[in-house]
């Protein structure tokens, strides 16, 4: 059943991507009680460089942690850019992210998880620390996230 899931939302992000023609992608590492693997993938829906906020959709698969549920999970992001350099050569944003998460661990089940967080992207390097809180379990922790991918700032990349 669980299989069945990843692959229907696999099927929705990627028929988003070609749809909205922009996708934010992250691979790295997460801590979160313990080092995991952490793949993201996010599609802006405004992608507008005159806003400083946009709204995305996506995926974020984390390796199993028997400390903290873990898995894929089905996102929707919020953010306000606060800072993109008057170079446009970094950003630094403020936002949260809420999902179901599809959790692969024997010792948790499936459930809500809300994240506020701060996110930096220079270059291709991603920082994102922010507390993932678990509604079910009416607990959370903090969290760091680095990782090689962005994409936040194509927003001003412009060809002619």
Same mark, same amino acid.
């Given at each position: 059943?669980?299989?069945?899931?990843?692959?229907?939302?696999?099927?929705?992000?990627?028929?988003?991507?070609?749809?909205?023609?922009?996708?934010?992608?992250?691979? /790295?590492?997460?801590?979160?009680?313990? *080092?995991?693997?952490? *793949?993201?993938?996010?599609?802006?829906?405004?992608? !507008?460089?005159?806003?400083?906020?946009?709204?995305?959709? /996506?995926?974020?698969?984390?390796?199993?942690?028997?400390?903290?549920?873990?898995?894929?999970?089905?996102?929707?992001?919020?953010?306000?850019? =606060?800072? %993109?350099?008057?170079?446009?050569?970094?950003?630094?944003? *403020? /936002?949260?992210?809420?999902?179901?998460?599809? !959790?692969?661990?024997? %010792?948790?089940?499936?459930?809500?998880?809300?994240?506020?967080?701060?996110? *930096? %992207?220079?270059?291709? &390097?991603?920082?994102?620390?922010?507390?993932?809180? &678990? =509604?079910? &379990?009416?607990?959370?922790?903090?969290?760091?996230?680095?990782?090689?991918?962005?994409?936040?700032?194509?927003?001003?990349?412009?060809?002619?």
């Amino acid at each position: 059943m669980r299989k069945v899931f990843v692959k229907i939302a696999l099927i929705f992000v990627f028929s988003l991507t070609t749809s909205l023609h922009a996708q934010v992608f992250s691979l /790295g590492g997460k801590y979160d009680k313990k *080092a995991m693997f952490q *793949a993201a993938l996010n599609v802006p829906v405004l992608f !507008d460089n005159d806003k400083p906020y946009d709204v995305a959709f /996506g995926l974020d698969y984390t390796t199993p942690n028997k400390n903290m549920p873990s898995g894929l999970q089905l996102q929707v992001t919020g953010m306000y850019f =606060l800072d %993109e350099g008057s170079s446009k050569s970094h950003l630094i944003s *403020a /936002g949260i992210t809420g999902g179901y998460l599809l !959790d692969f661990n024997k %010792e948790f089940s499936n459930q809500f998880r809300l994240s506020p967080h701060v996110y *930096a %992207e220079f270059g291709l &390097l991603t920082v994102k620390a922010g507390y993932d809180y &678990l =509604l079910p &379990l009416q607990q959370g922790t903090p969290f760091v996230s680095v990782g090689l991918g962005g994409g936040y700032l194509f927003r001003h990349f412009k060809i002619m």
